[in-house]
């Protein structure tokens, strides 16, 4: 008797857990065309945690990575509330200008008031990477640190060309993003992705990035010398990949 019930409960929970799967599985999705890509804007109060897995020497390295020395000018893409942006502020010192924008309002909000905590002169601004609101030829330098993903194909094909716009001759991008998935254990990374990407417009922007097609975009959007610098294992095991583009 004890039995029966227990089994019943069973099949009851399972059948709540398979149908609330169902509903948030199948739950209507926004146009992908009608967006510019996934803000983090309801995790505004919560980057602290991502910083704290990032760490800083991931942040150092970044820096470094991107080449930037004093009296720079520097455009950070999806700065989020603007840690990297604000590192960049202290390397570039008094006289280098930088920007950071991001389409999440309350990220820019809580990155201008850090900045402004820290007495930095820091242009921070809600726009799009495929719609800088800077004249061309404005920066030395420009990153995007785990953003790329974010983005809808077209918007990241427009936001390349802009980034090469705002950027000076000889100019440089670097690319922070996941590494491309290779291997046996890759290749089933990607078959699983690509039938999630069915479901989640968030998995179907982070494809193109996975399959390795950062360095032909940027190609395309008329970057030359597009190089891999190197692989870091975020928290140990994360790999993310440096790419660094020159305007020719
Ligand atoms: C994973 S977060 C990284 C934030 C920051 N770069 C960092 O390293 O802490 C990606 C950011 O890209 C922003 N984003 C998404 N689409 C964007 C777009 N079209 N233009 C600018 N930023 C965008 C998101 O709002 C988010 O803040």
């Known amino acids: 008797m004890k039995r ?56 150092q390295l970044t820096l470094r990575m991107a080449g ?22 202290d390397k570039v010192g008094y006289f280098g200008k930088v920007a950071g924008v991001d389409i999440g309002t309350r990220l820019i909000a809580k990155a201008q008031r850090r900045a402004s905590d820290r007495h930095l002169d ?66 089933a990374k990607l078959a699983v992705y690509r039938q999630l990407a069915k479901l989640f417009e968030e998995v179907r922007y982070s494809i193109e990035v996975t399959e390795g097609k950062l360095p032909e975009l940027l190609q395309q959007a008329g970057f030359a010398d597009v190089e891999k610098l190197g692989t870091y294992r975020v928290g140990g095991f994360v790999p993310i990949t440096f790419i660094l583009a020159r305007k020719k």
């Open 68 to 89: 930037i020395k004093e009296g720079d000018g520097v455009l950070d893409v999806g700065c989020g509330t603007g840690t990297l942006t604000l590192m960049e502020k």
């Open 122 to 187: 820091v242009d921070f601004r809600v726009a799009s990477i495929d719609e800088l609101p800077f004249p061309d030829g404005t920066f030395d330098v420009a990153t995007s640190s785990g953003m790329t993903h974010h983005l809808p194909p077209d918007v990241k094909r427009a936001g390349f060309a802009e980034v090469y716009r705002a950027l000076k001759p000889d100019g440089r991008y670097l690319i922070v993003d996941f590494s491309p998935s290779t291997g046996l254990w890759g290749k």
């Open 4 to 59: 029966k019930r227990w089994t019943a409960l069973l099949v009851a929970g399972l059948a709540i857990v398979v149908s609330a799967l169902a509903v948030v599985l199948r739950r209507p999705r926004e146009a992908p065309t009608e967006t510019k890509g996934v803000s983090l804007d309801f995790m505004a109060d919560y980057f602290g945690l991502m910083d704290r897995f990032l760490g800083i020497p991931f942040r």
